[in-house]
């Protein structure tokens, strides 16, 4: 008898949760032993049960987030691979999962065949990056000089969101200088010299979320 891989599915839509359901316990290696609607009930799950891989989705309702989740479920020794499956697909969420422990990286438009074959790969402990998302983390390496730092990342994602330096530099526990700064590189980087020219240049790049 096949030996089992056992998941977890962590996102808050029940429709998504029942087709991914579906197309995972087709397969006969697959079994779906948990569901999570939220990330804190996911950290808790992937402790209590025996699980492979979790299905990990980025965004959430109120309170902890997917890369959180990822995070504290990755630190654990001996925890499951954690396979993020999300709608985004900006530099930003790409980096912060990676960073946070994510084995692979997923779109929710993969075909059910690409799931199907990374999170078997996720299962035996290798990459499963989506082939877009490995070309964009390629991409980052070849030209570092022009790729935004994590931190820049979160400069201009709360510029997008309308913030001022002073309430940035509250947010982020920095010097309202260092602020500034951080927006002189992204400024050079993106070619720009406006914070409206920076968050365009950055959603139109999918470098930030639109």
């Keep these: 008898m096949t030996e089992q891989i056992r998941l977890l599915m962590a996102d808050d839509h029940p429709v998504v949760r029942a087709g991914l359901r579906a197309v995972l316990e087709a397969e006969p290696d697959l079994v779906v032993i948990a569901e999570a609607a939220t990330a804190e009930q996911a950290v808790a799950l992937a402790?209590?049960?025996?699980?492979?891989?979790?299905l990990m989705d980025l965004q959430f309702g109120d309170g902890m987030g997917g890369v959180q989740a990822t995070a504290a479920i990755t630190a654990r020794e001996g925890g499951p691979r954690v396979l993020v499956l999300t709608t985004y697909d900006t530099d930003a969420d790409i980096l912060a999962a990676i960073e946070a422990g994510a084995t692979g990286y997923l779109l929710k438009d993969a075909p059910p065949e690409e799931l199907l074959a990374a999170v078997r790969t996720a299962a035996a402990g290798q990459s499963?990056?989506?082939?877009?998302?490995?070309h964009r983390l390629i991409d980052r390496m070849r030209t570092p000089g022009t790729a935004l730092s994590r931190r820049e990342t979160e400069v201009l994602e709360l510029v997008a969101a309308g913030l001022s330096n002073a309430q940035i530099s509250k947010e982020l526990y920095l010097s309202q200088a260092t602020v500034k700064s951080h927006l002189v590189h992204i400024y050079a980087k993106l070619g720009v010299d406006s914070r409206t020219a920076a968050v365009a240049a950055a959603k139109a790049g999918g470098l930030i979320r639109r």
């Design 47 to 54: 402790a209590q049960e025996t699980v492979d891989v979790v």
């Design 128 to 134: 499963a990056l989506a082939p877009a998302i490995a």
